[in-house]
């Protein structure tokens, strides 16, 4: 129930952002706006109405098992839909470019008392519009859809697809990250029944020394010291995914080996960086004892899943090792100065707040700093001027 009055919550602020806008900036012209939004092959169309300048009504499409690219469904969608309307509009906004709408727009537009036009704007009013009918699109699916059945499904078909000897309800994924060697870290993100669980959320820094960007030495280490422990807490996962291919897949199957740790499934994910179809890179997913990688649907359930583990590991991973680099920066930066110890670093950056302010800093500023003398004042002055 809490769930149900969350999304109808959202539904509401959409509905009233929605009539707030056309109020005041009308698009003065009959205009259909359109909208997709999907996870895996499940979908939601959303249809804004505009007549007389004014929004009539919103529609939602529920499509299931849907393996098409949005603008094949958007033009499947018009086709179907306004073939047969007397009440053509003057414009159909989408969201992204389609190839071919200006051949439906000849179509559709044949015999008819105004012509069609079929765009994707780039700004102004129209743009938001769109960008609404995305929000409302999310919301309805949200709406309509059982999330805890969807995800139930999603994994069933991971575990078919991968030949998983588990239900996968808890899966840990790990990302390492670093700049030629520098500041070398690693995450952990786990999901539980298919959902972010952030709370077992793990960030690592590489205690070992190794050759530059040895990304098989950081795995191996940051492996041994999760499931080390895991196994001694009996936590371990249903399913392990290491960002990376052949290689990666093998480093984790040693540390499970030497930790005789044998009932946690391991797969590798590597982006197949030779295929852009359509600017969506597919995923080879690689699999113990088998030669050949996977490679599962576009649009698939399990690829879904997948890519947004994956992708959450990258992104934590990322985002710790910015963190430790700029700490490092702060911390060389100021210890160059004569005179200045962890202590009056620590002093002036809680004073200041951050490097920048302290530059800009003056002398006296500086001196007012307990701790801080004239003589420390002036170095730090003459040191990062």
Known sequence: FEKAQDVLTTIRQIERTIEKQYVDTPLGIDADCLAIYREGDEITLCQLLFRGGKMMGTRNFQFQNVVQEDAAIYLSF????????EDLPNEILLPIKCTGTLDASDILSEGKSRRLNIFSPTRGDKLSF????????????????????????????????????????????FDNS??????????MVAFTDGAKDSKRYRKYKIKAHHDKADDYASMEEVLTRRYTRAKLEDDLPDLIIVDGGKGHLNIARKVLADLDIS?????????????????????QIYIPNVKDS?????????????QQIRDEAHRTALTFHRKRRSK??????LDKIPGIGVKKRNTLLKHFGSVKKIREAMVEQLASVPGISQSNAKDICDYLS
Do not use: M, W
């Not at 009932?263 to 995923?283: F, L, M, N, P, S």
């Not at 649009?299 to 997948?306: G, M």
């Not at 490092?328 to 930066?333: A, G, H, L």
């Open 78 to 85: 018009i086709f179907q839909h306004y073939h047969e309307s």
């Open 178 to 187: 670093h700049i030629a060697g520098d500041e070398p870290v690693s995450s």
């Open 294 to 306: 996977i490679i599962l649907k576009q649009h698939s359930r399990a690829l879904f899943l997948l």
């Open 130 to 173: 769109v960008k609404l009918a995305i929000k409302n699109a999310e919301a309805s699916f949200k709406n309509e859809k059982d999330e805890t059945l969807i995800r139930e499904k999603t994994l069933i078909e991971l575990q078919e697809k991968l030949r998983l000897t588990r239900y996968p309800r808890r899966i840990e994924c």
């Open 328 to 333: 490092k920066t702060i911390k060389s930066e």
């Open 263 to 283: 009932i946690v499934d391991i797969i590798g994910v590597a982006k197949d960086e030779g295929r852009h179809d359509r600017g969506i890179t597919a995923e």
